[in-house]
């Protein structure tokens, strides 16, 4: 798989990247994508998205802004009109009525070329027992060896089910199309002890999505950049005895610095392709 290629043709094409993402994590998410090479745009209300998509190669959703899920369906529509790629992250999906209603209506009107999650937000979209607690992952829920066998089944039938390709983000990544599974081992644990890395790698998604035509393929190398820019964070971190805010900066500077070398020799990956029954 040609992760290097991805990573350099978002520095090539700095492709713009509207998202409509939630307060919390806004500035991180700009940050990421121009880290990488792209090109943030926040446009969020509803008078302008139409308008403002057209303008962009992707579009991210993130469920995390519960109050602009009108804009997304708007600006997810238009994206589907024009063909331009649409990322979602569930942020909490299952946890709330409101949630639940408003993924419900995104996925009812809007196709979306990858939808993101962790593993206790992807199980609710599968149709699964979730034991996940607000945006945090369940341990009962989070991939692991034992289980990464029925994670993956869980990947490709969902992407199959809804033409999305499906990408899971924990200590394990699983990223399908419903043909083809990538499972990532890279990342490290202090990536989950800071606020928004989910969604700054659903941003990063997008970068990645609106420089390449491929969204599996997008996908799975944008999952490998962040995870291998969260390494390099962490050992900077442990060498200079420093902390979480400290690994936030470190990991979008990771991400600034990263070369299509690293990409090609840090990334652990195994494909599994779907057999039909």
């Not at 979730?130 to 009962?140: K, R, Y």
């Not at 990947?155 to 990538?182: F, P, Q, W, Y």
């Amino acid at each position: 798989m040609e992760f290097g290629m991805n990573l350099t043709a978002v520095r090539h094409r700095k492709p713009l990247v509207q998202c409509i993402t939630n307060f919390v994590t806004v500035n991180d998410c700009a940050n990421i994508i121009l880290a990488a090479g792209g090109s943030p745009t926040m446009a969020e209300h509803p008078q302008e998205v139409e308008e403002a998509i057209r303008k962009a190669k992707a579009l991210v959703c993130n469920l995390g802004a519960i109050d602009k899920v009108e804009a997304m369906v708007l600006a997810g529509r238009e994206a589907n009109r024009l063909g331009t790629p649409v990322v979602l992250d569930p942020v909490g999906a299952g946890g709330t009525q409101l949630r639940r209603d408003a993924v419900e209506r995104l996925l009812e009107e809007v196709h979306f070329s990858v939808i993101r999650g962790n593993a206790s937000e992807i199980r609710y979209l599968a149709g699964q027992q979730t034991t996940g607690s607000g945006v945090d992952v369940s341990e009962l829920d989070e991939i692991t060896e034992e289980n990464l066998s029925s994670a993956v089944t869980m990947a490709a039938e969902l992407a199959e089910k809804l033409g999305s390709v499906i990408a899971i983000s924990g200590r394990i990544d699983v990223i399908s199309d419903g043909k083809s599974t990538c499972v990532l081992r890279n990342g490290c644990t202090t990536m989950a002890r800071i606020t928004g890395s989910g969604c700054m790698l659903t941003a990063l998604i997008g970068a990645f999505c609106g420089a390449n035509g491929d969204a599996f393929l997008a996908t799975c190398a944008a999952m490998t950049a962040m995870g291998i820019s969260g390494e390099i964070a962490e050992e900077k971190r442990l060498r200079n005895h420093t902390g979480n805010a400290t690994f936030r900066n470190d990991l979008i500077d990771a991400v600034f610095n990263l070369t299509e070398e690293q990409l090609e020799k840090g990334v652990h990956y195994e494909i599994y392709q779907r057999r039909d029954s």
